[in-house]
């Protein structure tokens, strides 16, 4: 086997198991308080590589902080209304295309290559988001 397949089994790895390093990495995401983060390089590389990120000046990377959750409906007011009795709509999308999106609108100079999911905690998910440059 190569050296991605080493790579790409540690880091689904850590992701299963929650290694110490893992949560450390989680922690320090927390911990700033932007939702967009620009990053020098991928946390990931063997994914970054295969979803089509090459390291140039054209390519970039950011880290997107996603809250879980929050598709619940708000419960209508001022009386009866059967048309408003669903519990829960259903946006059509998932988290990972809401991350992709909210990138889009904050930066409208690029153009996304992919995106994968790098952890998660009790509320929040991280994405890493790879763009090209327009």
Do not use: C, H
């Amino acid at each position: 086997m190569g050296a991605r397949k080493y790579i790409r089994k540690s880091f689904m790895k850590a992701m299963k198991t929650r290694t110490l390093e893992y949560k450390n990495r989680i922690i320090s995401y927390r911990k700033k308080d932007a939702k967009i983060v620009k990053l020098d390089k991928p946390t990931n590389p063997v994914r970054a590589k295969t979803l089509g990120f090459k390291q140039s000046k054209s390519y970039v990377v950011y880290r997107l902080t996603v809250r879980k959750g929050m598709r619940a409906r708000p419960k209508p007011d001022q009386g009866r209304k059967p048309g408003k009795s669903r519990k829960f709509k259903e946006p059509g999308f998932s988290w990972q295309d809401y991350a992709e999106n909210t990138l889009l609108k904050k930066r409208n100079n690029l153009t996304i290559v992919g995106s994968y999911k790098v952890g998660e905690d009790g509320d929040t998910t991280f994405y890493e988001v790879l763009a090209k440059l327009k």
